[in-house]
Nanobody, 120 residues
Framework: QVRLAESGGGLVQAGGSLRLSCAAS????????VAWYRQAPGNQRELVAS???????NYAESVKGRFTISKDNAKNMAYLQMNSLTPEDTAVYYC??????????????WGQGTQVTVSS
């Protein structure tokens, strides 16, 4: 059994910053990939930032230069530092990870999401 939980969302003024955290727990061997997605009302869920299995980093064009994804493998944590936020960044942010369990099962896991609201 593995679990994924986000935290760190909230209300911030335009130009401000937030740091989201994603905590994985349970019977974890390793986490090959991790990504952050977001979904605004009426929109499809979109990829914001990701680590590939080769630790390459990808960002959506809309967040390049403003958002930074990072991770701490030892703690099974991932982070999304968001700077220079705009109202267009308002969305529910989700953490997604492919987790290799201790029983060697590869599990695609989503967190419950955390709301980020940017006021103008």
């Amino acid at each position: 059994q593995v679990r994924l939980a986000e935290s760190g969302g909230g209300l911030v003024q335009a130009g401000g910053s937030l740091r989201l955290s994603c905590a994985a727990s349970g019977s974890i061997h390793s986490i090959p990939t991790v990504a952050w997605y977001r979904q605004a009302p009426g929109n499809q869920r979109e990829l914001v930032a990701s680590f590939t299995s080769a630790d390459n980093v990808n960002y959506a064009e809309s967040v390049k230069g403003r958002f930074t994804i990072s991770k701490d493998n030892a703690k099974n944590m991932a982070y999304l530092q968001m700077n220079s936020l705009t109202p267009e960044d308002t969305a529910v942010y989700y953490c997604n990870a492919r987790i290799l369990s201790t029983s060697m099962s590869l599990i695609d896991k989503w967190g419950q999401g955390t709301q980020v609201t940017v006021s103008s």
